[in-house]
Structure formats: structure tokens, C-alpha cells
């Protein structure tokens, strides 16, 4: 038996310890991120913290939910979030339904599906898609965060080979029973779909929540950036013209534990959906791809 | 692994045979539902997608906002022949290849080797504490850990400059060299990716029967050979396939990455055609040759990912739909 030779055993030893080290390497920067944000500014400054905090405070939070800025930012990002996944569910439940079907019963689903389909494989670019949003005068408004992404063709995909596993028999009784397509969407195949929708639905969150590029090119007015956005911008370019903080005031707090305190908040609500999050997402990895 | 059936195979037979007329009719009778139901996302698609797709014709205008699509001058391919002689972009495209390629080379044999390596661990408790811990950092935005990278890793004191300082190496300006910047962002993507990565591997893993171990185990072999042996040619379909469809992906080295963590230093050894276009189009105004350098992009992309997903079908029979 392998497992009993002195070989194995060592290895054994090493490839826990490896593993356990590679594990804790991943969380191992937050937890730092998490220690300076509650740390004090002269020990942050001075580098002093590791993975602890060092002069405990919560300064570094009363000062960021004191910021205007950044509360609206997250009022911003709590609508996006709310709304873009609303109706990204409904649309994307209402397409992958009828291209669930076969062809043969439903003529015009393969021109359909390429359709969608085609828009993963090439798009305008850029340029041209910021000139319809400021052409469709949306610029500034929480419909341009929300409706250009709103049919997320991979998410579709997912629904679709779900929805093609649901048991034809099922499909077929409701029909002779007398109801047509849309009493069977919402009374057979919503109610057997929702592990699916809550992993698609937990997937779309998360990515409104993280989204910040369109808030940074369509949102001319930094009030309107959407919480992702602003950090963006305050911490990664440097620019605390965004904030309303006045010199003598950014230069009394370490702007270092704030900047962490920001970077924890911001990565809050992806820590608490996640253990919901990893009991679906294994599940709708194999929903979209392997199939036994 | 067998994936979805081909479309037109599982068919119920007898609707094939009762009435072969009935392919040919549209049924709105019973199916205006369906129509209706893929209106709002056609309209959607059609406005957000398709229109903007008839804008690139500027990447062959000298497009100015104030003349608009018809009064702007018409020069051809103008923008794609300065696009190759202009030393910046041909850079740009350089680096987006030899960075993609590094993190597609390296995003593929760390989670092989992790998904491996955790497939040997007995405990299970251990083991999903582990998984736990390796998927999180894929669900967090760059902007998250582009703000972390930038405290970690600031020469000045940052985390890990001041663990190379305790075993004597002098600080390292990871993010302002242009070599280092490169190998940063590698590791630092799969870091990120690796622990998601390994869920397919994993599923492939727990599909292997077990009376394969069993019996190699009675004809004496020891776990290192059944590892080679048996576990790695188990995994090479799930290894073709994705691999194979990281091709597609030779064009995009992390638009999100590489934007939040670089800055004019790097420029030169950093910068892809993503955020070059970004730069060019909507920071200095050149939206047409912006527009071309992203249409040359999406053109190959396109091209790549048919492929990818073409061999993809031929080798491991793979389909996504």
C-alpha cells in the first residue's frame, strides 16, 4: 500500500504544508489590507503593520462613511447593483427560454442564437459604443451603467443548457394540459431552474458590484461614479480631486489606513455573498461546460 | 465529459416522423410567445451591439465629433497602415502577445499542478478549507487588488519590500520597472486565477475510476507512477481544451489588470493595445485611429476564438452550446 511507505509520508508532509502555504497566500493580503485599515496612522506610516492592527482605531472608517463622496458612490453602486442584476435576470430568463427549444419546434431559434452568440465574438470596440451612449444622451445616468450589458450572452448560455435539462415529459404534460409557452416558463421551468438562477443571479452581482470601467467612461461627473469607479480613481490614480477633503485635511490622516478602509469596504459585499456564492459556483461552472 | 448533444440529434423521433410538413411552418399560432419574449433583448443587443458595430466605419474616417460620421474626411486605411509604422502601437501589440502568452502558459500549469496536489489530500475538511481560501481572490475586482498590489508591493516600506529586506535584497520597484512590471503582473494573475482554475481539473479528477488505482496498485506501482500514468493522461482532454481555448486569448493580457496597476513608467513594456486604445481614443481625442488599432484587435481576436473553439470541438469534443 502506498500510503504506508516512508516516501509517501514525507511527501505527504511537504504537499500539506505546501498547500496550506499556497492557501493562506491568497487571503494573506487582505487580512494585511484589513490590519492597516484599522490601525493607527502613525503606525501605518511608519510600515509597522503586518497582519495585525497596530494602535487599534476605526478612524480610518468614521472618516470614510463621514465622506459624502463616498457614501453616494455607494448609494450608486447599491442601485447598479440592485437593478442591473433585476433586469439582467429577466432578460436573460425571458431569451434563454425559447432557445431552449429545438429547432424543429421553434423555427427561427438557430438565426436567433447566432445573434446573441455573434456579439461574443466581435464588437464595435470602444470608441464607437461611448459615442452611442453620449449619442443616446445617457452620459451621466445609471442607465448607462445598467443597459448596455444587460443581455450577458454568457450568462444566457448557462440559463440555456440548464433550461435543455429539464425533463421534456414535464413540458409536454403541461401542454396537453392546455397551457402555452409562458404559463410553462413561469410555472414548470422557473421553479425546477432555481439553483441555476441563484448562481447566475450571485454572478451577476458580483460583477456589477466590481464594474467600474463604464462608470469611469461614461460618467462625466465624478459625484455620479459608482463606488468602484471612485476608488479607482482615489486610490489607484491618485487623484483626490474626487474627494472633498481640503490639504491640511488630507495631509492630518494617514491617507494610507483610509485608502485600506476603502479597499475593504469596497471588497465587503463579495465576502459576504461568498460562502452563497461557493456553494453555487462549482456547480454552475459544470452547469455551463462539462457535462457527465 | 461528454458534452452537450450535437442540436439537431435529440429530437424526439416521432415529431421527426409524424409530420415532416411541420419543420417547414413557422407555428405563430403556438410560438408568438417565444418571439415576444426575445424582443426586449433583441431590441437591447441590437442598439448596444449591432450599432455600434456600424461605427466603426470612423476607423477609416478622420472622424471629428463635430463633423459627425457623413462630414468627416474618408482616408481608407490610413489609420492601419500608420497603426503598423508607428513604432508605439507595434510595441503595444508585442507586449499584449508576450504578456498574454506568459499568463496563459503559466494559467494553465499552476492549476494542473495545484488541482493535482490537493487531489492527493485525504482530508476533506483541509481540503475544502483550502478550496475555500484559493477561489476567493478570482470573485474580487483589480481595482481591489490593484489598490492592495499598490500598498504591498510600494517600494517604500511595502509589505513585501520589506520581507526581501530581512534576507538582504534591496528594494524592488515592481511597478515601476518595466521588466519587473511584466513578471508582476503574471504572477500576480494567476495568483488571482489559479484556485478558480482548478475546478474543472478537480471535476476531471473525481471522474477517473477507481479501480484504475486499484489495480495498478496490485501490480506494485508506487503513487508517483500512478500519478504519471494514470491521473495526467486523465486530465490531458480537460488540459486541450482549455488551453486550446486560452488561444483566443492571445490578444487580451488583462485590460483590467494592467490598467490599475500601471503608469507612464511602464508604458514602454507594459501597455497593451486595450489600454492604448483607451489612452489614444478617449484621453487624447484620436478616436479614429483608436477605433482601427481595436478593430485590428477584435478582427484577430475573432478569428482566434473561432479557431480555438473549432479545434477545441475536433479534439475533445468540446461545445459550449
Known amino acids: ?292 | 465529459m461528454a458534452m452537450e448533444q450535437p442540436l439537431t440529434t435529440n429530437t424526439p423521433m416521432r415529431q421527426a416522423t409524424h409530420n415532416p410538413r411541420k419543420r417547414t411552418r413557422w407555428n405563430f399560432k403556438r410560438n408568438w410567445p417565444l418571439h415576444l419574449m426575445l424582443l426586449p433583448s433583441v431590441l437591447l443587443t441590437l442598439l448596444f451591439a449591432y450599432v455600434p458595430m456600424g461605427g466603426i466605419i470612423i476607423a477609416f474616417q478622420d472622424f471629428k465629433p463635430w463633423l459627425g460620421f457623413t462630414g468627416s474626411k474618408w482616408v481608407g486605411w490610413d489609420n492601419f497602415r500608420f497603426m503598423f509604422e508607428y513604432p508605439d502601437s507595434v510595441q503595444v501589440i508585442w507586449n499584449t502577445v508576450l504578456i498574454a502568452a506568459m499568463k496563459i502558459v503559466a494559467g494553465l500549469v499552476a492549476p494542473v499542478v495545484f488541482a493535482i496536489l490537493l487531489n492527493e489530500v485525504r482530508n476533506s475538511t483541509f481540503k475544502r478549507f483550502s478550496q475555500t481560501l484559493v477561489y476567493l481572490p478570482h470573485f474580487l475586482s483589480w481595482v481591489v487588488l490593484g489598490g492592495i498590489l499598490l500598498d504591498m508591493l510600494s517600494p517604500e516600506g511595502g509589505l513585501i519590500n520589506q520581507v526581501l529586506a530581512a534576507v538582504g535584497i534591496e528594494p524592488i520597484f515592481f511597478l515601476g520597472d518595466g521588466d519587473w512590471f511584466r513578471v508582476t503582473v503574471v504572477i500576480s494573475d494567476v495568483w488571482k486565477e489559479f484556485g478558480f482554475g482548478t475546478i474543472v481539473f478537480l471535476a476531471a479528477l473525481a471522474g477517473i475510476n477507481p479501480a484504475l488505482y486499484e489495480a495498478s496498485e496490485v501490480d506494485g506501482a508506487t503513487r508517483l507512477k500512478q500519478t504519471l500514468h494514470i491521473t495526467l493522461p486523465a486530465l490531458v482532454p480537460m488540459i486541450i481544451v482549455v488551453g486550446t481555448l486560452s488561444l483566443g486569448n492571445i490578444l487580451n493580457a488583462g485590460f483590467d489588470q494592467i490598467f490599475n496597476l500601471y503608469n507612464p513608467l511602464v508604458y514602454d513594456k507594459g501597455d497593451i493595445i486595450d489600454t492604448f486604445v483607451y489612452r489614444m481614443g478617449i484621453l487624447n481625442g484620436k478616436m479614429s485611429f483608436a477605433t482601427a488599432v481595436g478593430l485590428f484587435k477584435s478582427f484577430v481576436a475573432m478569428f482566434l476564438v473561432i479557431t480555438a473553439y473549432r479545434m477545441a470541438y475536433k479534439i475533445a469534443n468540446y461545445r459550449i452550446f
Open chain 1, 1 to 292: 500500500m502506498y500510503h504506508k511507505t516512508t516516501g509517501y509520508r514525507i511527501f505527504n508532509g511537504f504537499n500539506l504544508f505546501f498547500i496550506a502555504a499556497v492557501s493562506l497566500l491568497c487571503v494573506l493580503p487582505l487580512v494585511h489590507i484589513l490590519a492597516v485599515s484599522f490601525s493607527g496612522k502613525a503606525a501605518a506610516s511608519a510600515n509597522l503593520v503586518t497582519l495585525w492592527p497596530i494602535d487599534f482605531t476605526v478612524d480610518a472608517y468614521t472618516k470614510t462613511f463621514g465622506n459624502s463622496n463616498f457614501l453616494s458612490a455607494l448609494w450608486i453602486s447599491v442601485q447598479r447593483t440592485v437593478f442591473g442584476t433585476l433586469l439582467s435576470m429577466v432578460l436573460v430568463i425571458l431569451t434563454a427560454y425559447p432557445l431552449s427549444k429545438e429547432s424543429l419546434n421553434f423555427k427561427g431559434r438557430s438565426l436567433y442564437a447566432w445573434f446573441f452568440i455573434f456579439t461574443m465574438l466581435f464588437s464595435g470596440g470602444l470608441i464607437p459604443s461611448y459615442i452611442l451612449i453620449q449619442k443616446l444622451g445617457l452620459i451621466n445616468t445609471l442607465w448607462a451603467l445598467i443597459l448596455p450589458g444587460a443581455v450577458a450572452v454568457w450568462n444566457l448560455i448557462l440559463m440555456m443548457n440548464f433550461f435543455r435539462n429539464v425533463p421534456k415529459e414535464l413540458e409536454e404534460a403541461a401542454f396537453i394540459d392546455g397551457a402555452n409557452h409562458i404559463t410553462t416558463l413561469f410555472r414548470i421551468y422557473l421553479p425546477v431552474s432555481m439553483p441555476a438562477i441563484a448562481t447566475i443571479s450571485l454572478f451577476t452581482m458580483v460583477g456589477q458590484w466590481n464594474s467600474w470601467f463604464d462608470g469611469l467612461i461614461y460618467m462625466n461627473d465624478a459625484a455620479k461614479y459608482p463606488l468602484a469607479t471612485l476608488m479607482q480613481t482615489i486610490i489607484v490614480q491618485q487623484d483626490f480631486s474626487n474627494m472633498n477633503v481640503d490639504a491640511t485635511q488630507l495631509q492630518n490622516m494617514s491617507q494610507r489606513t483610509v485608502n485600506a478602509a476603502q479597499i475593504f469596504i469596497g471588497a465587503l459585499p463579495i465576502l459576504l455573498v461568498y460562502p452563497f456564492l461557493q456553494r453555487f459556483f462549482v456547480k454552475g461552472i459544470v452547469l455551463g461546460a462539462v457535462k457527465e
